[in-house]
């Protein structure tokens, strides 16, 4: 079963792009440092609120294997939550390279915000390159970066189009993210193995057809 979201239009309410500045012009090196900009996580906080739901669930967290269940749940979600710094480095396109970059079954996880239960899956990302490139690991930097948090697949897949478009300013970006859901595969309809599929394209991946036939053709199999 596959469900297929596709191509996923902006969301007006969210701003991935805030840590980023213009891309240096010039033919020098320009690196932006990726800082997590969310609030800190309180842990003691986490902690009494994993007791206090343990009981709720009718659960004895005194019992001896569940009593350090509250420090590592909110350990585990401390983790999944706190997005990693990085150095995002641009490099001028001296060879003019103009053909498709793009990088395939990049693995990722992050955590549905409607059960705060986990999403995983592969991502392929890739831009057509203006005047600046990008080293292939850090698309998969990008990607980790907005999967640290609460999210839905849609908005994930969204965040890192438009985090690659407004600091590498590309002539296009294409993103597909193709994930299984545990909300879907553990509980509710139990659909197990099912994957979505979400895209996003920017520039000439969403508007040329040839371009945007040619970049789902190389993602389409993998
Ligand atoms: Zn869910």
């Known amino acids: 079963m596959v469900n297929v979201v596709a191509p996923v ?55 001896e294997h569940l009593r350090q269940t509250p420090r590592r749940v909110a350990g585990a979600y401390a983790e999944l939550l706190t997005p990693r710094d990085f150095d995002l480095t641009t490099f001028a396109n001296d060879e003019n390279y103009d053909q498709l970059v793009l990088a395939c079954g990049i693995p990722f996880q992050s955590l549905c915000e409607h059960h705060l239960l986990p999403f995983h899956g592969v991502a392929h990302v890739g831009y057509l ?7 292939l690991s850090k698309l998969a930097r990008v990607l980790e970066r907005f999967a640290r948090g ?19 300013h590309p002539k296009g970006v294409g993103v597909v993210l193709e994930a299984e859901h545990q909300c879907m595969s553990l509980r509710g309809v139990r659909a197990h193995g099912s994957r979505t599929l979400t895209s996003a394209l920017h520039g000439h991946l969403r508007i040329d057809p040839a371009a945007r036939q040619e970049f789902f053709a190389l993602t389409r199999d993998r």
């Open 129 to 135: 390159p203006d005047q600046r490139i990008v080293g």
């Open 150 to 168: 609460l999210q839905v697949q849609e908005r994930l897949t969204q965040q890192v189009a438009d985090c690659l478009q407004a600091h590498l």
């Open 9 to 63: 239009q902006p969301d007006p309410g969210a701003d991935p792009a805030e840590d980023f500045d213009d891309p240096a012009a010039g033919t020098a090196p320009h690196t932006l440092r990726i800082v997590n900009a969310t609030p800190p996580i309180d842990l003691p906080g986490a902690e009494r609120a994993v007791r206090a739901l343990l009981i709720a669930l009718g659960q004895d967290p005194e019992a």
